[in-house]
């Protein structure tokens, strides 16, 4: 069962060893966050199905060809997936749209985003400096080579599962290794499109393999010693379980984790456009990114008027079903994150001042809606200024000035992206030297393809994007000759 403009052949049936099997787990209903009802329903992985999973990705990387296969061919087959992919690109904005909500105009960007870094990572089949030769001082020559890790476990979020998927299935193949495909239950959809077009390209048997799953079962994948790597993009609590089990046995990981982003704003940068700016920014996907600009930190002589400025920006927002026309703001993905921030809110109301939203709309009486929520006031430890809400609700936080503003922008225990809201890019620069994150951008949550991203603290481990991003997939190796090979 797939939804209306997604056409899945398979969708009853795991794809291991190259095969369409039976599961042995049962099925995966996923529910429609704008009606509650269920929308789709694909086969569930059980600890058995896992286990043969991981079976076939060992004996492909141990025994076939695939590792061993020349990087220029890996990276060109890996571009003939990414043009059949592109041609399903409508199946693959449907299925985001009615997994979680997402608005048409974005799942656009999104899809075409998941797209182009598979083109981009393709390249690096030829253009990666796999084998380096460097001068010897003992040898005759010496040689730096670079290795696939292994097998890999490809763990996805529910919120951006197409991008995400492929980036880290694109830099699996490219970098030789096998791999087992696990999609969050919520969205499963976007990696069975993935599996049935990488059968038709023709990828060896069990380099790709795709198990959705519970996350019971999920649990049987990460622990299983045959698993050389975990990449894993979700929350910080799940990476913190994931470093435990890998740490245990040495096994490699590279985690995409939670945030809690800052946007400083500079007495240069004028109140209206900066309400527009952030009480925009924090509506996407329903403030479910992990990059969003959550933590607004203003000067505290202009906090009142930003305050107004923003709430006024909220309350202009058309909230509504996905599909309707003019609407801005969509569903959360689903019921337990409907909950998740309204205990946000509740808790905010303690602590803070709610200048607009906290409540769900008055003329949506089905589905998982919020109104965009402002809380001004707020202090920095606070738990609605620490914690990952992952919903669209702002914090205004008032600063002395630029150096208490950095200051507290750094009293997190994330640091994965942020922004500087000034007109003097010498000024963002200084500033973005200064805060501890991953990615900083001058006046907005900005990203630039081909450049890595990721966090530092909690927000995680290693990078995904551009040459950087393949580092986490590859194991370097010296060799050293009496002679020239």
Known sequence: MSPEGVKITHTASLFINGEWVAPSGGEIAVVSPNTEEVVARVAQASAADMDTAVAAARHAFDHGEWPRTDPARRGAMLAELGKRLEARAGELEAAWIAQIGGLPGMAKGVVASGHRHIADIAALGESFAWVEEVAGTTVDTAFIVREPVGVVAAIAPWNSPYMIMATKLAYSLVAGCTLVMKPAPETPLEAYII??????????????????????????????????????????????????????????????????????????????????????????????????????????????????????????????????????????????????????????RKSADLVTGGQRPAHLNKGYFIEPTLFANV???????????????????????????????????????????????????????????????????????????????????????????????????????????
């Open 379 to 485: 202090d920095n430890t606070s738990r609605i200024a620490q914690e990952e809400i992952f919903g669209p609700v702002l914090c205004l936080i008032p600063a002395k000035d630029d150096d208490d503003a950095i200051r507290i922008a750094n009293e997190s225990d994330y640091g994965l992206h942020g922004s500087v809201l000034t007109k003097d890019p010498k000024a963002a620069f200084a500033i973005a030297r200064r805060v501890r994150t991953g990615t900083i951008a001058q006046n907005g949550m900005r990203t630039q393809p081909g450049m890595p991203f990721g966090g530092f603290k909690q927000s995680g481990i290693g990078r995904e994007g551009g040459a950087e991003g393949l580092l986490p997939y590859v194991e370097t190796k010296s060799i050293l000759l009496d002679g020239a090979p």
């Open 195 to 348: 599996a049935e077009e990488a059968e038709k390209v023709g990828f060896p048997p069990g380099v790709i393999n795709l198990v959705p799953a519970d996350r019971e079962v999920a649990d049987q994948l990460i622990t299983n010693p045959a698993i050389d790597k975990v990449s894993f993009t979700g929350s910080t609590a799940v990476g913190k379980r994931i470093a435990q089990v890998c740490g245990a046995r040495i096994a490699r990981y590279s985690l995409e984790l939670g945030g809690k982003s800052a946007a400083i704003i500079r007495d240069d940068y004028p109140t209206e456009e900066a309400a527009k700016l952030l009480g925009n920014t924090i509506t996407m996907l329903s403030g479910q990114i992990c990059a969003m600009l959550t933590r607004a930190i203003v000067p505290e002589t202009r906090h009142d008027e930003i305050a107004e400025a923003i709430a006024k920006v909220m309350q202009g927002v058309t909230i509504g079903h996905s599909r309707d026309e003019g609407v801005q703001l969509g569903p959360l993905a689903m019921k337990r994150q409907l909950e998740r921030v309204e205990s946000y809110i509740e808790e905010g």
